[in-house]
């Protein structure tokens, strides 16, 4: 039996200090308490000779100090680990995205480049990675125990989770929501190379083309090119560097141009439009599978780099 769990991203010092801390503090308390527990009914035993004459029957100032210690305590600790918590969501348009989408009963993981695996994970030293979770089917949720991550895939969203791997090495990857028959079986293993060694195993085997490329001809497939082509005859947003943008939308609001917002704009156009233009998209809903909306969105990722 195992009773430490190995250090594998940046997150997991961070949640383990919270932890022991926590389990430290608590302990201490019971400790304590069960001491005073255990001495008092040696003291107070029946026949012992402890003086009972005039014994308070209550101490205000006392009870006010056990009540509002605690509270101190214990929101120190709400107020640590919410900072902790935070930090876990906050987006990182950097960082090197992976798309891992769930279902009965597999996680299918597909890289920018194109390069898939199954029940498999690989993954940069020292690198800041985003996964992009989706799922076909039912809510699956996917727990990286050594990296003190977890996060759910919900059918219709895409949920993410950013962290940077820092220990090489070979680590569980498991479903931890109830998805059905094999759902035990449901995981695999995340392997952490060197960057060289990453970028090696990256390199080798994509016969299909880049999740890029095939997204640039899903856009021109689909029809998306007709009027978000600049220079096209229809008043659409240009999509070319659209990616990590905030995007000020016709009700007043602003939104960040990620991965969830593409989405929603390719299967529920009309919900943000864009300020300044006309709600004329039609819904592409039922037409695009999860798949080729990962490739445009991989896509439209991809043209950041060479847009002025
Ligand atoms: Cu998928 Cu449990």
Redesign the pocket.
Known sequence: MKWTLPQASDLAPRVDAIFFTLLGVTGLVAVAIFALMAFFCWRYRRGSSADRVAAPANNRPLEIAWTLAPLAIFLVFFGWAAVVYASFYRDDVKAMPVFVV?K??M?RVQHANGRREIDALHLPAGRPVKLVLATED????FWLPAFRVKQD?VPGRYTTLVFTPTREGTYDMR??????T???R?GGSVTVLSPEAFERWLGAGTPEGSMAVRGFEAYRRFGCSGCHEPGSSVHAPALRGLYGRTVHLADGRAIAADEAYIRDSILLPKRDVVAGYAPVMPTFAGQVDEGTILDLIAWIRSTKEDTP
């Open positions: 769930g009965q009963w996680w039912v809510i699956h949720s895939a479903c931890t929501e109830y998805c059905g094999d759902h035990a449901m």
